[in-house]
């Protein structure tokens, strides 16, 4: 079943052209939205979302959701893309070594269990 705001963003994300609403104030909110949660201001534009985001939060999933039974066990993370904070699945990294401040690149990839896609961030190449 499509949902025509969100999957339209992440398509973009997949494509390396993310982006997040922002309202006249320079709040940002993530689609889809007509009004901004902030300030219910019904101007929002698309602005480029960062290239990278640092890890603000994570914890190591042992006990997944159904559906993510097969990605278990798996890290969630919380990342800060500058005016917007992102929610994903970390991969290509050994769960032992993400930690907070880690750099990040959002990306698409397939869940295990459902096959949908799903948010995942990346480590950026140092």
Same mark, same amino acid.
């Given at each position: 079943?499509?949902?025509?705001?969100?999957? @339209?963003?992440?398509?973009?994300?997949? @494509?390396?052209?993310?982006?997040?609403?922002?309202?006249?104030?320079?709040?940002?909110? +993530?689609?889809?939205?007509?009004?901004?949660?902030?300030?219910?201001?019904?101007?929002?534009?698309?602005?480029?979302? #960062?290239?990278?985001?640092?890890?603000?939060?994570?914890?190591?999933?042992?006990?997944?959701?159904?559906?993510? #039974?097969?990605?278990?066990?798996?890290?969630?993370?919380? #990342?800060?893309?500058?005016?917007?904070?992102?929610?994903?699945?970390?991969? @290509?990294?050994?769960?032992?070594?993400?930690?907070?401040?880690? #750099?990040?690149?959002?990306?698409? @990839?397939?869940?295990? $269990? $459902?096959?949908?896609?799903? +948010?995942?961030?990346?480590?950026?190449?140092?």
């Amino acid at each position: 079943m499509a949902d025509a705001g969100y999957d @339209d963003w992440v398509a973009a994300i997949a @494509d390396g052209e993310g982006y997040y609403l922002a309202c006249p104030d320079g709040h940002g909110s +993530l689609p889809p939205r007509r009004s901004c949660p902030h300030c219910a201001s019904d101007e929002l534009t698309e602005e480029p979302l #960062a290239e990278t985001g640092e890890i603000v939060t994570f914890t190591e999933v042992h006990v997944p959701a159904p559906s993510f #039974a097969d990605e278990a066990p798996y890290v969630t993370a919380i #990342a800060s893309f500058g005016s917007v904070r992102l929610t994903g699945v970390v991969r @290509d990294v050994p769960r032992s070594d993400v930690e907070l401040g880690m #750099a990040v690149t959002p990306d698409v @990839d397939v869940n295990a $269990t $459902t096959g949908e896609q799903v +948010l995942v961030f990346r480590p950026v190449d140092e």
